[in-house]
C-alpha cells in the first residue's frame, strides 16, 4: 500500500508539473540596445554589442547573442545599425540655472567686434521697454577680430554703448562671467561716478583721465547684478518661478540634445533648491542634477544639514558640495590669481576675489557636515592657497581619509603643488575646451616658459594619478562634449597650432574623463560613468566611435539618441517628453 501511495504521488506530481509554464532563464527586459557597438568604460570587459536595461537600471551587457533571451514580446529593441554607444556623458562643471538663462538673453559668443555687439543690443533696444535691462553674454576681447581705435587694457570704452541705450541699462557679461561691460544708464543707475572705489577684490578700469571706461572686473560687476537682481524681484508674484522652470527645463533639454545625462552646477542657492526638489518631486526634471551651494558661510551654516540630499526624486537630485565661491579670477580678464605678475599686464598679479577667511569658514562647515567643497582655483597662487586650505582642514579630522574636495578649472599650476594635490586627495576639476578656447591668448597672459610649465596641464595631472575630468562650463563656454574631447585629444586651435601638444589625453582616458571620471568626482561611481549591471541606464548612442575615428572627423560626430533611466529623452533632433 505504501508503494501504491508513492506511485500515485509521484503521478499526481508529474501532472501538476505539466500546468506549470517553465520560468525564463533570463528576466524580460524593458528595453534591449544591440546590434552596435558598445563602450562600457570597464577595465575587465570595455567593448560588448548589446545592453539590456529593467526599469532604470542596466540588466545585462554582452553580446547579441547573450542578451537576446532578454528580449520579450514587450521589450523595446533599439537596433544601433553599428553606431556607438557609451555611458552618457556627465557635465563635470556648469552652472545650471545660469546657461538656461543665458538662452534666453543676447547671445555675444560669435560677434567679431565690440561694434557687431552694439549693434545688435541697438536693434534689442528697439524691443525693449524704457526703464528694462538689456542682458547679453559670451564676449571675449581676445576672441575680436576688430579692435576699437581707442583701447584701454585692451578694452572698448562704453560711448558708442550708451550712445544707443540712452533709456536702458545695458549689462554685457564676460563669457567667463567674471567681469561686465555696462553703459552709462548702468553707472548713473548705481550712482558709480569717476570718484567711486573699487570693492576688496574688484577693479573699476578707468582710462588716463580717470574715467569708468564700462569694464567691471570680479566684485566690481556686483553692484550692477545685484540692481538687475532687485530689478526682477520687483515683477508680479509667480513670474520669477516660472522663469526659473523655464531656465531649468532650457538647461535640461540643450544638455540632452548633447548626450548629457548629468549635469554637476557648482554654484547654486537655497531658493534654486527649493524649487528644483520641487520639480523633481513633480518628475520634471529633465537630467540629473548634483548641485554645490554658492553662498555665504554665515547664512549656510544652520541649513546645511536640512539641504543634504543623495539620489533625491530618484537620483535625479544630490546636494553635498559647497562651491563654487571663486578665489580668484579668470585669466582672460586678468583675474587669475598668480604667484608672479601678468606677461601682458605687469602692474597685476590678478585677484584674491572671495577672501581667504571666507574660504577657510565654508572649508570648516564642509567637513562637519560631510559636504564636498569645490573652490574655483585659476591661477597657480589661487590654487596653492586652496591646498593650503585643504591641508589644514585635513589635518583636524585625519580618520576622514576620501573626502574628495575639488579645485574647479585648475589652469595653472606650479609644478610644486602636483604631488601635493596627489598626496592630499584633491580632484582638479578640469574642462579639456579651455585650452583650445583659452589657447590663443594664453601665452600672452603667461609668457612661452610659463605657460609650458604650468598651463592647463591636464593629462600631466592624470598621469601623476589624478582623476581626469572634463567639461564645458555652459554658459562660460558651449555645452558640448564633442568639441570637449575633440580638445582633450588633439589641443588643435583655430589656426591649425597644436597648444601644449603634451598635455592631450588618449581617447580611452578623454571618454573615461567625461563618465566615470566625472563620476568618481562626485561620489558616483557606483551608480554612473559605465554600463556596468546594476548602474543606472544612462546612455548616449553617438554616430561613430570616438575611441577610432580620425581627429579631423571627431567633430561630425553626432549625438543621435541620449537615454535617461531607460527613457529615451532625446533621438534624431528630438526631445521626447
Not at 559605465?530 to 579631423?552: E, F, Y
Request: proline residues 5%; glycine residues 10%; hydrophobic residues 40%.
Amino acid at each position: 500500500m505504501r508503494i501504491a501511495s508513492l506511485t500515485i504521488a509521484i503521478i499526481a506530481l508529474a501532472g501538476c508539473g505539466r500546468d506549470v509554464e517553465t520560468p525564463p532563464a533570463h528576466p524580460i527586459a524593458d528595453m534591449v540596445i544591440q546590434n552596435g557597438n558598445i563602450v562600457t568604460v570597464e577595465d575587465a570587459a570595455p567593448r560588448a554589442e548589446a545592453v539590456a536595461i529593467t526599469g532604470d537600471r542596466i540588466t545585462a551587457v554582452g553580446s547579441r547573442a547573450e542578451i537576446l533571451p532578454y528580449i520579450g514580446d514587450n521589450t523595446e529593441v533599439i537596433d544601433l545599425g553599428g553606431m556607438t554607444a557609451i555611458p552618457g556623458f556627465i557635465e563635470g562643471h556648469g552652472h545650471y540655472t545660469s546657461f538656461g538663462g543665458s538662452l534666453l538673453i543676447l547671445d555675444f559668443r560669435y560677434a567679431k567686434s565690440f561694434a557687431e555687439i552694439v549693434a545688435m543690443v541697438e536693434a534689442a533696444v528697439a524691443e525693449t521697454e524704457p526703464g528694462e535691462w538689456i542682458i547679453g553674454r559670451g564676449w571675449h576681447q581676445d576672441k575680436w577680430e576688430v579692435k576699437e581705435d581707442v583701447l584701454v587694457e585692451g578694452l572698448p570704452l562704453h560711448d558708442s554703448l550708451s550712445a544707443v541705450t540712452p533709456d536702458n541699462p545695458a549689462m554685457l557679461i564676460h563669457t567667463s562671467g567674471h567681469g561686465v561691460f555696462v553703459n552709462q544708464k548702468a553707472m548713473t543707475l548705481v550712482e558709480l561716478g569717476d570718484d567711486t572705489e573699487p570693492p576688496e577684490g574688484g577693479e573699476i578700469v578707468r582710462d588716463e583721465n580717470g574715467r569708468a571706461t564700462g569694464m567691471m572686473r570680479e566684485s566690481a560687476q556686483d553692484v550692477f547684478r545685484q540692481a538687475f537682481s532687485g530689478h526682477q524681484g520687483r515683477r508680479p508674484a509667480g513670474v520669477a518661478e516660472e522663469e526659473m522652470r523655464r531656465m531649468v527645463t532650457l538647461a535640461g533639454e540643450e544638455s540632452l540634445r548633447h548626450g548629457i545625462t548629468s549635469f554637476q552646477d557648482l554654484g547654486t542657492s537655497f531658493a534654486e533648491v527649493d524649487l528644483i526638489r520641487k520639480m523633481a518631486d513633480e518628475g520634471k526634471l529633465p537630467v540629473r542634477l548634483w548641485m554645490a551651494f554658492e553662498e555665504q558661510a554665515a547664512d549656510m551654516e544652520d541649513r546645511l544639514a536640512d539641504y543634504r540630499m543623495i539620489g533625491y526624486g530618484n537620483h535625479f537630485l544630490t546636494v553635498r558640495a559647497i562651491g563654487e565661491k571663486v578665489l580668484d579670477g579668470a585669466l582672460g580678464t586678468h583675474g587669475g590669481w598668480l604667484l608672479e605678475p601678468y606677461a601682458d599686464l605687469p602692474r597685476s598679479s590678478g585677484l584674491n576675489v572671495v577672501p581667504i577667511e571666507e574660504i577657510e569658514a565654508s572649508a570648516r562647515l564642509a567637513i562637519e557636515h560631510d559636504y564636498q567643497l569645490a573652490i574655483q582655483g585659476i591661477g597657480d597662487r589661487a590654487y596653492r592657497e586652496l591646498l593650503d586650505i585643504y591641508a589644514a582642514e585635513f589635518a583636524k579630522y585625519p580618520e576622514k581619509t576620501d573626502l574628495r574636495w575639488r579645485i574647479e578649472h585648475a589652469q595653472v599650476i606650479h609644478p610644486d603643488d602636483i604631488d601635493r594635490t596627489v598626496a592630499l586627495g584633491v580632484i582638479p576639476a578640469v574642462q579639456g575646451i579651455f585650452a583650445c578656447s583659452d589657447g590663443p591668448w594664453v601665452v600672452d597672459r603667461l609668457g612661452p616658459e610659463r605657460t609650458k610649465e604650468r598651463g592647463y596641464i591636464f593629462n600631466t595631472l592624470a598621469e601623476a594619478g589624478l582623476v581626469p575630468t572634463n567639461g564645458t562650463d555652459p554658459p562660460v563656454d558651449e555645452i558640448d562634449p564633442i568639441g570637449s574631447f575633440y580638445c582633450s585629444v588633439t589641443r588643435i586651435l583655430p589656426d591649425g597650432t597644436r597648444f601644449q601638444p603634451q598635455e592631450t589625453y588618449s581617447r580611452e582616458r578623454a571618454i573615461y574623463s567625461y563618465t566615470m571620471g566625472n563620476a568618481i568626482a562626485a561620489f558616483e561611481e557606483d551608480i554612473k560613468g559605465s554600463l556596468t549591471p546594476g548602474k543606472l541606464a544612462d546612455i548616449t548612442v553617438l554616430s561613430q566611435d570616438l575611441l577610432t575615428v580620425p581627429d579631423d572627423e571627431i567633430m561630425n560626430t553626432e549625438i543621435v539618441m541620449t537615454i535617461v533611466g531607460g527613457k529615451v529623452r532625446y533621438r534624431n533632433g528630438e526631445i521626447i517628453q
